[in-house]
């Protein structure tokens, strides 16, 4: 991946045609990137380098910020940009970007609107992530709740918008000119052919850099020998382009981690399992940790356990419960990854735990439940019923799923240096763009990471239009 540029020795190529948008990565963000360039009236071609579209925004659980949308107003919350912005410093301890925090907090309501009404991609209020940040109940999903979902309602209406999504097309390298305005791609297609396209602006939605090991080695080292649990594609390329071209960099240190994922299954717990009355052990049987203080960063204390691994620990009503709205859950239990006992001794047996351990953690939860208290981790189990048998067990472990830092932009999605003067014609949104996370796991609130790929998509795909050849 590199810059290419005109010089003596090297000319540019006589590109093949000529495009106004070019969008980089057919996730969440790009695709919604098309929609918007193709509603300001602008040709727009999306580049996907694998064979279908997956990603990131399929591995995900689909859900999506939205401050101040008309489904928050149908359901009477209330909600605003300020409560969000105070809700993301809080999380973050200060550290994020409150510029781009306000920004989010203005328009992702709007843009899930605009999909709703103008694309026929429904995303709904979701009250099973109450909570866990947000002082309002603000996350929306796409009704099937999950992530490929998402992404095939952003594709269909890409089709019917008439934005072309090119798969086995992968960017090898952007051609700049003197004033690192992008003037076309290099694009690589099955059997080596090459091609040169010309373009008026570029999107990069070419999400995060976990896929790196090289620049997971360098920002994040912690994570360095952590399992990777995001799409391999991810390697950073849109920030590394960006950084050629003499863009600035935030917050390459942020990540989002999973500490659910089902070993050696290799699916994602569902959160709601905890959120209502589930908790978490590890290896001997010991709670370790508040299991819905961070969720998004609970890979740091359960790969800090023996092994590395931890046992999610609920029952067969709440299993049932979450078979109604989670694929994963259905996944577990088809792939046998749940055991079940009718008694805590048995399921400590199948566990290979210590006798007695379950039985103890649940009572010590049962106690200050009943005083109406806070347990020793500082978590209330108030209003949640207690757990009764059949008890359940999944056996999990740590991983990375998605980096935070990225490029730094303005309020248009427009790629800037470091003194906040913008790149001509270059836009960046979901990962390959910073995010509001500040510089560390412990800042992500959950959601904000397609929020982010949604708002920015929309925000630079209405941008890039500006820059159409035929304007």
């Not at 105070?86 to 301890?93: I, L, N, P, Q, R």
């Not at 472990?397 to 906040?420: K, M, S």
């Amino acid at each position: 991946m590199s810059i290419l540029r005109n010089t003596p020795t090297s000319p540019l190529p006589e590109f093949e045609y000529t495009i106004d948008v070019a969008v980089i990565g057919a996730g969440a963000c790009g695709l919604t990137a098309a929609l918007a360039a193709r509603d300001a009236g602008a040709d727009v071609l999306v580049f996907e380098r694998d064979k279908r579209p997956w990603g990131s925004t399929s591995m995900s659980l689909g859900a999506v910020c939205g401050v101040g949308s008309k489904e928050q107003q149908r359901h009477g919350i209330a909600d605003s940009a300020a409560t969000f912005v105070a809700d993301v410093m809080a999380k973050t301890e200060q550290r994020a970007d409150p510029r781009l925090a306000r920004l989010i907090g203005e328009r992702s309501g709007g843009v899930l609107d605009w999909l709703n009404e103008t694309h026929q991609v429904p995303l709904l209020l979701d009250a099973k992530w109450t909570g866990l940040g947000h002082s309002a109940r603000r996350l929306h999903i796409p009704p099937g709740r999950n992530g490929e979902e998402l992404l095939a309602l952003l594709l269909n209406a890409c089709a019917r918008a008439g934005a072309e999504v090119v798969t086995e097309a992968t960017v090898t390298a952007l051609y700049a000119d003197e004033s690192n305005r992008i003037v076309g791609l290099r694009v690589e297609r099955p059997g080596g052919v090459i091609e040169n396209i010309g373009c008026g602006a570029v999107v990069l939605a070419t999400c995060g850099f976990g896929g790196n090991e090289a620049m997971i080695a360098e920002h994040i080292p912690e994570m360095r020998h952590a399992r990777y649990f995001g799409h391999e594609g991810n390697r950073g390329d849109g920030i590394l382009w960006g950084l050629e071209l003499g863009a600035a960099a935030a917050d390459m240190t942020a990540y989002q981690g999973l500490g659910t994922l089902a070993d050696p299954q290799q699916i994602v717990v569902p959160h709601p399992l905890m959120i209502e009355g589930g908790f978490l052990v590890n290896i001997e049987g010991k709670r370790f940790t508040h299991e819905l203080a961070n969720i998004s960063g609970m890979c740091v204390p359960v790969l800090q356990q023996p092994e590395g691994r931890a046992w999610v620990i609920f029952d067969e009503r709440r299993h049932q419960a979450c078979l109604e709205h989670s694929v994963e859950q259905r996944q577990l239990a088809e792939v046998g990854a749940i055991k079940r006992a009718d008694d805590w001794a048995t399921l400590e047996q199948l566990c290979g735990l210590p006798a007695g351990s379950l039985a103890a953690e649940n009572a010590a939860i049962d106690a200050a439940r009943s005083a109406d208290r806070e347990d020793h981790l500082g978590r209330s189990f108030k209003d949640l019923a207690p757990l009764q048998a059949p008890f359940c067990a999944v056996r999990v472990t740590g991983a990375l799923f998605h980096t935070q830092g990225g490029l730094c932009i303005n309020e248009r999605a427009q790629v800037v240096r470091a003194d906040d003067s913008p790149l001509p014609n270059l836009y960046a949104g979901g990962g390959a763009a910073r995010s509001i996370s500040g510089p560390a796991v412990t800042g992500y609130l959950p959601a904000v990471g397609l929020s982010m790929a949604i708002t920015l998509g929309a925000i630079a795909g209405h941008a890039a239009a500006s820059h159409r050849i035929s304007a």
